[in-house]
């Protein structure tokens, strides 16, 4: 967990910030002196490519210096007339989505910049800000108004909070703990699938939902990568039959640890269901895949997983087996035919 400044230092540096930073607005006539810096600097030729300019990128000038951290340059572009809001790039984003600087966010904030804008991919200055672990600059976007609960399709804020601290203060902030991305993916799943337990046990202890699916019908439990995750999400009740929408199971996600293959089939995690997507068993899916862990695999056989399903081209567990170059390719064979392979 980081170091959470007090409430008093945070407003004074907040203030001290805000204070040294451009104050221009848009519409504001160009300082003379900045705007032949900047041409002498070859920035730019005119006024007008303050805010008409695209680089190669498609970014404009100061979004490129935004985006750069350069906060000097920033302030000067704004001292001219710079659009705080101007968008660039093909995702229609603006400065405020694509800094990492706190620097800059209280440069474009002081110069009002929207602060709850977002681009073509659902980024808002304040997810921008977590997402890049700019938590003074998320904590100045919050003072100024940024939105917990964003419009759709913008993405929620604790989607992509990793800090146990701030996905706290969001909470307190009144972010709602189901609210969902465009695609359906929820603070929870995103947290289950980065393997943090701390924080998908604080998100269902504030009512995170375990049965919601995403846009591919993918729950929480698709996203589960260790055996602790596992049980969590099963004792808060998800559902271990729940199949996403090419009919898979959370069985069926790759590479998983023979521990997590143990704590689902403890679960109840059922072994025979077949993919709507490849026609195979998470057994056989896993024997086709040269990446999967044998142990994962030995412990499917041994659970009772069905050994005489063969895929859509024929291929039988055991022969599959028989095709792997692993080390443990005896054992399994073993297994299979102990299961009554044929």
Not at 120 to 140: E, K
């Amino acid at each position: 967990m980081s170091h959470i400044p007090t409430h008093t230092a945070i407003s004074t540096a907040l203030a001290a910030l805000l204070l040294s930073s451009c104050l221009f607005r848009q519409g504001i006539e160009p300082d003379p002196a900045t705007l032949q810096e900047l041409q002498q600097m070859g920035v730019l030729q005119s006024v007008e490519d303050v805010n008409n300019k695209r680089l190669s990128s498609g970014a404009t000038l100061l979004i490129d210096a935004a985006e750069k951290g350069d906060v000097f340059l920033v302030d000067k572009l704004l001292r001219v007339g710079a659009d705080p809001n101007g968008r660039g790039y093909s995702i229609n984003a603006v400065p405020l989505t694509r800094t990492q600087s706190p620097a800059v966010v209280s440069s474009l904030v002081g110069a009002d910049a929207d602060v709850n804008v977002a681009d073509d991919t659902g980024t808002t200055p304040l997810s921008r800000a977590l997402s890049t672990g700019n938590d003074f600059g998320a904590r100045l976007l919050l003072s100024k108004g940024a939105a917990v609960v964003p419009a759709f399709p913008a993405d929620p804020p604790l989607l992509v909070v990793r800090d146990l601290a701030m996905a706290q203060k969001l909470i307190e902030e009144g972010a709602d703990v189901n609210q969902a991305s465009a695609r359906g993916v929820t603070p929870l799943m995103r947290a289950v699938g980065r393997n943090d337990e701390a924080l998908a046990r604080f998100y269902i202890e504030q009512g995170a939902d375990v049965t919601l699916a995403d846009a591919d019908g993918n729950t929480a439990l698709h996203a589960a990568r260790s055996a602790a995750m596992v049980k969590l999400l099963c004792e808060a009740g998800a559902d271990p039959a729940a199949v996403n929408a090419k009919g898979e199971t959370a069985l069926f996600d790759i590479l998983h640890t023979p521990d997590t293959v143990q704590a689902m089939v403890q679960a109840g995690v059922p072994l025979n269901v077949i993919s709507s997507a490849s026609g195979m068993t998470a057994l056989l899916s896993m024997l086709s895949d040269a990446r999967e862990d044998d142990a994962s695999i030995l412990i499917l056989i041994r659970a009772g997983a069905d050994v005489q399903l063969r895929t859509p081209k024929g291929d039988t567990a055991l022969s599959l087996a028989q095709q792997r170059k692993s080390k443990r390719r005896i054992a399994l064979i073993r297994a299979l035919l102990q299961r009554g392979a044929q």
